[in-house]
């Protein structure tokens, strides 16, 4: 039924009753040992191309970013923005192709690359953060050299797992990170909001994949979480199902059997490489749910895949 006096709006533009007093109590009380766990905490999210394209969900995904700066968590944004820099590329006539979830960058690419991620899609996130109450800085991985990346000369063959040659142009892998200017963001009232390129030793400009990015500084700062949300419910299996928990072995299987292809790849690699690290709470989380970060972090129904380093023991009974 809808109200008429005080209606919720939903995202979508439905309109929805309020909550009643005793469930809008319940989800506080749920939230608060929450609230409690993550304070002063880092927490780094990872914003999909995907989930920046509808304005809606944008809108609240910076509302969520900036209730965590409110409530006492360090929030550190990394996003992607792959399908605005293939409509950049296409506009400009430059081709491109991707090798396990990687784009092949060359020369004209890399600097299509730095101006669609460091500076349009960047400073879109940073307004539209601000715009909801937040002071957002928009950084790249070349600041204060956060992200020294060396260029990918061999990949590991997702079927074999034997490493191979390859030459996919002006792409790297972390080498180096230095999150200085991070935490001196982050511990004052500003939100770092950072666009996933770096430059190597040599000073070369490399394109790196968003999931990675996020990845290697979740690991390096030892994140109390990592959050990459994406245009999918999570892991999902042969049936399209989707797979709540997934340990080391289950992911290496699954990209060994094509399960995991694609753009899936790098999410899981990273995700791999942030939990041997340490990080226990490492997800994928669906991006097309309103909320989806306050609702990972703040209620007990998770909503997407948790990627842990082994099987959890089972509980008596
Ligand atoms: N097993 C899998 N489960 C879910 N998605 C998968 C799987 N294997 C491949 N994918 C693909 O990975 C995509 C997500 O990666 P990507 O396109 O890079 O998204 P994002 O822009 O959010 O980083 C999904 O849309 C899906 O097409
Ligand atoms: C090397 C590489 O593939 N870089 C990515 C960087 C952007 C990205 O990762 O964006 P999403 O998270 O939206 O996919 C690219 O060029 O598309």
Redesign the pocket.
Known sequence: MTSTNKPHEKSAGVVEDRPSAHLQARILAEAIPHLIRYDEQTVVVKF????MGDEQLSNAFAQDIVYLKQSGINPIVVH?G?PQIASMLKKLEIKSDFVN?LRVTDKPTVEVVEMVLAGKINKEIVSAINRQGGKAVGISGKDANLMIAKKITEMADPQSNLMKAVDIGFVGDPLEVNPHIVEVISKSDLIPVIAPVGISRDGETLNIN??TFASALAARMQAKRLLL????AG??DNDKKLVPELTIDDAHA?IKSG??????IP?IEGCIEVVEAGVEGVVIID?RVPHCVLLELFTEHGVGTLVRRAERKKSKG
Do not use: E, P, Q, Y
């Open positions: 999909g191309g995907h989930a992607g792959g979830g968003a999931d949300l994406t245009d999918v892991v999902l699954m399960a995991i292809s694609g753009g899936m999410k991006g």
